[in-house]
């Protein structure tokens, strides 16, 4: 251990956190987390602990160790799984993988929703919290909040134990849906940070219900802000997810490399997907301080069904740069096109037309390399001049007069697109965390923009005979193929049962379009 880290350690803060360990040349070697960062990061420098071969190997690379601090436990879950899939650290890759992060979903949509988990969220209008790494310790979290906000783990039934009803870990029925979804809602905010206000939302309430001598309201408001009190001794809970954003490797490059007068704190990507122009859609994915903001994703579906990726960039970029969403979701930083120059160009386009400037930038999939235009772009052409000019071993920059491409990973081949593989170690970029960042937002970008043509394409697959008959809704759909089982059952009935079901007139209808 060199004397700059051993007296660097010595300022480690008794708080839950992530930490960064970093090779001598500044790449991000191992992403941890952990509740006490003094006491979990010590750990690897000391002698006397039995070690294995992994984290000897690590430690003889370590030159340097970076922390952020963060409020509680569950934000480090949440910030660790970010880093580990931004950076792709080498020794976090020998233990983990995709497979292992894990979402809370909640399907709000539902009469009586309850919670449950998945590795693989769908875009199915439920509300999906997270991914975070470590399963465990989130189910744990979890099983101390239902004491707080109580909630279903299964539909709920007639017949069920009343048990976990009397001691207070399923909602009661009584109280009526509404006032059901009202305490899911507290326990999203209270899991995605906003602790302070949910207990001082709860304290209001326990007030007023004390005013209208509602004691028994106020006792069990009561009692969750005890519980609430508890979890601090057990699992805790912050206020938000605290980036400092000037610790951040990727996006100070990032602003150096395009030349923007401070790091991106929003970036927007965006990605089309269709088959043969087929259930056309794309997406809006958005990273918030270099950290995916599931909250902010948005989805389009094109008004025009064509295999045109241009024109339908163009209509995303338009639609989403409307005064209507300006004004509702605000603007980006920075705006990242997956796709060359066509697609680039149809974004830029777009902005004209919208009367905005915006830094916008594509990622080419062969090469994997930054396309920027010398027009219609806030970045400027003499600066990405002046970075070709002092651009460092392992990086290149040309142009073709309309177009700047910059290489930050020179002598790496990229096999094919979406496939994460540019990590090798032949000419190591100063550059990687920039390209690790892009490839995050690319892949993230691709994966919800294919996720919502999937099911859209499913949906198509499903339609009956039925979507094409006027006047026929989805919920009298609903009602005619619970009656009477599937379409070939609604032909097989005659006209006057169906008219028990919609009514004579509709039934008419129906029976003369089948």
Known sequence: MNAKLEAKLKELPRAPGVYF???????????GKAAILRNRVRQYFQNSRNRDVKTYALTQEIYDTDWIEVDSEIDALFLESEMIKRYMPRYNVLLRDDKSQVFVRIDMKSLWPYVSYTRTPADDGAEYIGPFYNAFALKKALRYLRRVFPYFLKPPQARDSRLESQIGLNPRLKDGPEAYKANLRKLMSYIKGNRVKIVRDLEQEMQRAAKAHDFETAAQIRNRLHAMRELQQRVMFGDSESLDISKDKALQDLATILGLSEPPRRIEGYDISHHGGREVVASMVVFSNGVSDRAEYRKFKMTTQKNDDTKNMYETLCRRFSPKNIAAWGKPDLVLIDGGKPQLSAAIEALSYRNVTLPIIAIAKKNEEIVVSREGSAISADHIERFRLSAPDGVAVYDDGAYTMINLHVGQRNLGSHTKNLRGEHTPSPFADVTKLFQRIRDEAHRFAVGYHTSLARKSQTKSKLD????????????????????????RATEAEVAVVVGPKLAQVIKQAL
């Open 21 to 31: 360990h970093k090779a001598e040349n500044g790449e991000v070697l191992y992403v």
């Open 468 to 491: 094409e008959i006027p006047g026929i809704g989805a919920i009298t759909r609903r009602k005619l193929l619970k009656s009477f089982g599937s379409v070939q059952g609604v032909s």
